[in-house]
């Protein structure tokens, strides 16, 4: 039997992001349905309808935000490793994003103000510390 390989933080936090992903497009599109229908969701959606409430709207927000920066966060992850620079100051920034994109998502769907923003401007950190990192 072969030795298990330990994979370097940043590709397991790569990992898990991809289950962020996920569970942000589900939470959006679970509360869209809510608010426009089972019925709608299942059409072709050619009306074009959006979700006018208040928590459907900051969901979709959320995770446009999350897409905005989320391919930064996977060319840095990947650069890392294929490089040989993982660990560090750049595993430690994964870490850092991924707990404070975590805290993004309900800081951000409850509308709470400036603890989000904080939590933001960590994930930023987060990608800056691995992009550091990369070019050290």
Do not use: C
């Not at 939470?27 to 959006?50: H, I, V």
Request: glycine share 12%; net charge neutral; no cysteine.
């Amino acid at each position: 039997m072969e030795p298990a390989v330990t994979l370097p933080i940043e590709i397991t936090i790569l990992g898990w992001s991809t289950l962020l992903v996920l569970f942000q497009v589900g939470l959006q599109g679970m509360l869209a349905t809510r608010e426009l229908g089972g019925q709608y969701n299942a059409s072709p959606r050619d009306e074009g309808l959006k979700p006018k409430g208040l928590h459907a709207g900051r969901a979709e927000r959320a995770l446009r935000n999350l897409l905005e920066t989320y391919p930064i966060f996977v060319a840095l992850a990947l650069a890392l490793t294929i490089t040989g620079q993982a660990g560090g100051l750049g595993a430690a920034g994964s870490i850092i994003w991924i707990v404070a994109r975590i805290a993004y998502v309900p800081l951000y769907v409850l509308g709470i103000p400036y603890v989000r923003s904080l939590a933001w401007v960590g994930s930023v950190a987060g990608l800056l510390m691995m992009l550091i990192e990369l070019l050290a």
